[in-house]
């Protein structure tokens, strides 16, 4: 049963039009959907509305917005299954995301007496996170304004039959361009090897010292720039920080995407110091953090035209001072 699921998903999805390398590293989807919001809460309340007319409403109201209706059935608890198929690609050529949401409630002679509209999900999400991240970033560029534009439509066209208490109750899903989880920047059209040497050169112009590349290669998926700020005047030993760099390519090799995220543990253990370096030690917090913000400005003005389209330079959030104490566990729930 479980391999018939994969062949239909892999079908719907049509992963094979993708040229994505087994290499290449695969994360958390872009496309994906807050989980912290309960798919059963009900966006809408109706009442005194047919339900042939609701139903057709949502039809027709995701139909306007790129969504073709790919299943709609009825469950074993009376309520209705929608599912809309939405197309990858603007082409629609390469596979489609599947949309699914149900109304459910109480329905006397086709009438709605109470109808809840259900929050929808993405079933095939963990799917659509295998493909390449330039792809998902353009796929959830459209779907997301397209899924709030649905809803939109359904509120205007609903109103007169609406729970008046509870309202409309739903939250546009597209905040504007954003990265995945976890990673500050994402660039393109730019060649990995002088990406590299861009930050490397903002890190180490603003007084850090450059103590390795994990995988110099041009084609590195996983790689890592090391960097030490000098704790005790220029010796190597000192303030560990480093970059990670998780790469895409196109396939003349230029960055389609490369993203960077920050490696930094501000409760690291620094060597001991020496009586003479005990005064620098007291300035040491203030010194790291004037020069991380200087590293910060000069990546940010030597690399923010190569950043993927839509997004801006995002500084990397502001951490606990260096050498503070690290917080105790949270306690046992």
């Given amino acids: 049963m479980l391999s018939r699921i994969a062949v239909f998903l892999a079908l719907i999805l049509g992963l094979g039009c993708f040229s994505i390398s087994s290499?290449?590293?695969?994360?958390?989807?872009?496309?994906?959907?807050?989980?912290?919001?309960?798919?059963?809460?009900?966006?809408?309340?109706?009442?005194?509305?047919?339900?042939?007319?609701?139903?057709?409403?949502?039809?027709?109201?995701?139909?306007?917005f790129n969504f073709s209706l790919?299943?709609?059935?009825?469950?074993?608890?009376?309520?209705?299954?929608?599912?809309?198929?939405?197309?990858?690609?603007?082409?629609?050529?390469?596979?489609?995301?599947?949309?699914?949401?149900?109304?459910d409630g109480t329905v006397v002679k086709n009438k709605c007496m109470n109808c809840f509209l259900r929050r929808g999900r993405i079933?095939?999400?963990?799917?659509?996170?295998?493909l390449p991240w330039m792809a998902q970033?353009?796929?959830?560029?459209?779907?997301?304004?397209?899924?709030?534009?649905?809803?939109?439509?359904?509120?205007?066209?609903?109103?007169?039959?609406?729970?008046?208490?509870?309202?409309?109750?739903?939250?546009?899903?597209?905040?504007?361009?954003?990265?995945?989880?976890g990673y500050d920047n994402s660039y393109a059209k730019i060649k990995l090897p002088d990406l590299k040497r861009e930050v490397a050169r903002a890190f180490t112009d603003s007084g850090f010292i450059l103590l390795r590349d994990s995988n110099p290669a041009a084609d590195a998926t996983d790689s890592v720039l090391a960097f030490s700020f000098p704790v005790d005047g220029d010796k190597p030993a000192g303030v560990?920080?480093?970059?990670q760099f998780a790469s895409q390519f196109d396939i003349d090799g230029f960055c389609y995407p490369c993203e960077t995220a920050r490696l930094y543990n501000p409760y690291q253990t620094l060597q001991p110091a020496g009586v003479s370096?005990?005064?620098?030690?007291l300035t040491l917090a203030s010194r790291f953090e004037s020069s991380l913000s200087s590293a910060n400005e000069k990546t940010r003005a030597s690399t923010e035209r190569?950043?993927?389209?839509?997004?801006?330079?995002?500084q990397p959030p502001k951490s606990a001072s260096l050498g503070s104490a690290r917080p105790p566990p949270p306690p046992p729930t």
Avoid: C
């Avoid at 798919?39 to 109201?61: G, K, T």
């Avoid at 079933?123 to 295998?130: A, E, Q, R, T």
């Avoid at 190569?306 to 995002?314: F, K």
């Fill in 23 to 64: 290499s290449q590293p695969v994360a958390k989807p872009v496309v994906t959907i807050d989980p912290s919001v309960p798919h059963a809460f009900p966006v809408a309340i109706y009442r005194n509305i047919r339900a042939d007319h609701l139903n057709q409403m949502l039809v027709d109201s995701f139909s306007e």
């Fill in 70 to 103: 790919f299943a709609k059935r009825r469950d074993s608890d009376d309520s209705t299954i929608f599912q809309f198929s939405y197309p990858i690609d603007k082409n629609g050529k390469s596979g489609t995301v599947i949309f699914e949401f149900k109304v």
């Fill in 123 to 130: 079933l095939n999400g963990g799917d659509v996170g295998k």
């Fill in 137 to 181: 970033y353009d796929l959830s560029s459209r779907l997301y304004p397209d899924i709030d534009q649905a809803y939109a439509s359904i509120k205007s066209k609903s109103q007169n039959y609406l729970d008046p208490q509870h309202g409309f109750d739903y939250k546009n899903m597209w905040m504007g361009e954003r990265n995945r989880p």
């Fill in 240 to 243: 560990a920080y480093s970059i």
């Fill in 277 to 281: 370096a005990m005064s620098s030690r």
């Fill in 306 to 314: 190569y950043l993927r389209p839509g997004t801006q330079y995002i």
